[in-house]
C-alpha cells in the first residue's frame, strides 16, 4: 500500500510563494513519475506539473509555467512543488499523486494517476 502525504499548504498574499511537499511510503517510489494537481471550489481536478522518475524530464499546466517548479528526491522518498509568484487564481486544494500509466508524455490525465495524498489548502489573497 502506498501512502502520499502533502504538507505546505497555507495562506499568502499574491505575489508570495509557497512550498509543498509530498512523502511517499512504499520501497518503489523512485521508480515511478510524480504529479502535482490541484482542484478549486465548484472547479475539475486539473493538472499542474509532472516529474518523471529520474527527475530529468518535468512538464507544467501552462497557467503555471514558470512560476512553478517540481524536484524530488528519490533518497528521501519526496516531491516538491516550490511556487513563486502566486495568483488569487492559484487558489486551489492541491493533491500529489502516483503516475501508474505512461501513455504519452507528460502524463496530465487524472485517470494515469493511481495514489493519491489528501490535499493540501492553498489560498492566495489578492
Known amino acids: 500500500q502506498v501512502q502520499l502525504v502533502e504538507s505546505g499548504g497555507g495562506l499568502v498574499q499574491a505575489g508570495g510563494s509557497l512550498r509543498l511537499s509530498c512523502v511517499a511510503s512504499?520501497?518503489?517510489?523512485?521508480?515511478?513519475?510524480m504529479g502535482w494537481f490541484r482542484q478549486a471550489p465548484g472547479k475539475e481536478r486539473e493538472f499542474v506539473s509532472v516529474?518523471?522518475?529520474?527527475?530529468?524530464?518535468?512538464s507544467y499546466a501552462d497557467s503555471v509555467k514558470g512560476r512553478f517548479t517540481i524536484s524530488r528526491d528519490n533518497a528521501k522518498n519526496t516531491v516538491i512543488l516550490q511556487m513563486n509568484s502566486l495568483k488569487p487564481e492559484d487558489t486551489a486544494v492541491y493533491y500529489c499523486?502516483?503516475?501508474?500509466?505512461?501513455?504519452?508524455?507528460?502524463?496530465?490525465?487524472?485517470?494515469?494517476?493511481?495514489?493519491w495524498g489528501q490535499g493540501t489548502q492553498v489560498t492566495v489573497s489578492s
Open positions: 499523486a502516483r503516475n501508474w500509466y505512461l501513455g504519452t508524455w507528460p502524463p496530465t490525465s487524472v485517470h494515469e494517476y493511481d495514489y
Open positions: 512504499g520501497r518503489t517510489f523512485s521508480t515511478y513519475a
Open positions: 516529474i518523471n522518475w529520474l527527475g530529468s524530464s518535468t
